[in-house]
């Protein structure tokens, strides 16, 4: 399928798909299990997009504290892996880019930090980075409130990109971006021996 195919595909799909699966399926009090219990039907694009906001968020967020603080500057060594990211810095790059989505979003301009997708060079820690990762995710639970059917396909003023013109292509870019860098993340857990707990 070609990419400006995907573009149209995937809002189509995400309007159609999450209603009926969302009536099903509720965040439990464990981040890292969904269970089958009536949950409200999504009436608006905001709620379908922030159903998946949070999927996203426990998933991610469970991931990054399953690893060790003392595996965060983890990086593989066998095969070629020269200058990839640490665990650590995984987890910053993701949480910058849902900073720089969210600003987007809301019409506010990113931080150069959340520009460059890098994080502040103060969040070092474990703690630290779960904690930007969290905050990460509330940026964008709020972003994708103010989404609405009138401005979900307007142009913004300010784009990251000229093909990502519109919030309902940044609010999809963030989830798409973050299960892209959950994959490498849950690489390095098994790298270490710890099974992720989406697959526990």
Do not use: C
Request: hydrophobic share 40%.
């Amino acid at each position: 399928m070609k990419p400006a195919h995907v573009l149209v595909a995937l809002p189509l799909l995400l309007a159609g798909s999450v209603p009926a699966r969302s009536q099903g399926l509720k965040p439990t009090s464990d981040s890292r299990q969904w269970s089958e219990r009536p949950v409200a039907p999504i009436h608006t694009v905001s709620q379908a997009l922030d159903f998946w906001i949070t999927a996203t968020e426990h998933t991610v967020v469970a991931a990054a504290d399953a690893m060790p603080a003392e595996k965060y500057a983890f990086i593989p060594t066998a095969g070629t892996f020269t200058g990839v990211r640490t665990f650590g810095q995984q987890v910053k790059h993701l949480a910058a880019n849902n900073y720089r989505m969210a600003a987007y979003i809301l019409g506010r301009t990113p931080t150069a930090d959340q520009k460059a997708e890098t994080g502040p060079d103060t969040v070092q820690s474990k703690t630290q980075i779960v904690d930007y990762v969290k905050g990460s995710f509330v940026a964008l639970h709020e972003a994708v409130a103010a989404i609405t059917d009138g401005n979900m396909l307007t142009p913004i003023a300010d784009p990251p990109s000229v093909r990502q013109p519109t919030r309902l292509q940044l609010a999809v870019d963030a989830v798409a971006h973050s299960y892209d860098h959950y994959g490498q993340m849950v690489e390095y857990l098994r790298m270490n021996d710890i099974i992720p707990p989406a697959s526990r």
